[in-house]
Nanobody, 127 residues
Framework: QVQLSESGGRLVRAGESLRLSCVASSDSFSNYAMAWFRQTPENEREFVAGITWNGGLTRYADGVKGRFTISRDNAKNTVDLQMNSMKLEDTAVYLC????????????????????WGQGTRATVAS
């Protein structure tokens, strides 16, 4: 069982930056691939960014490439999402997710592949 807790969401202006953090309660965090999703108004989970167990490979949704960066620290059991040049359409509840995937070669973009989810943290971008 892995418990995930996100933090960092707040109100920012368009063009500003925001950093989200997720801490995992697990003795084997390095065995998990991690990802950030965001909740759409239709209540669907939209892939934002993913990272493999060792941070060796990352993957991004097209709409955030070049603006967002996912990173992890296995010593601290954390995965962060640095969001730069934020846009109005980035407003969402951001969810941290984990899947057991040691030695996985590629972060999955499918929500169904992730077993554990946090409660989410809300980021609001205003003009």
């Amino acid at each position: 069982q892995v418990q995930l807790s996100e933090s960092g969401g707040r109100l920012v202006r368009a063009g500003e930056s925001l950093r989200l953090s997720c801490v995992a309660s697990s003795d084997s965090f390095s065995n998990y691939a991690m990802a950030w999703f965001r909740q759409t108004p239709e209540n669907e989970r939209e892939f934002v960014a993913g990272i493999t167990w060792n941070g060796g490979l990352t993957r991004y949704a097209d709409g955030v490439k070049g603006r967002f960066t996912i990173s992890r620290d296995n010593a601290k059991n954390t995965v962060d999402l640095q969001m730069n040049s934020m846009k109005l359409e980035d407003t969402a509840v951001y969810l941290c997710a984990a899947r057991f995937a040691p030695n996985s070669a590629n972060p999955s973009i499918a929500p169904s592949q992730y077993t554990y989810w946090g409660q989410g943290t809300r980021a609001t971008v205003a003009s």
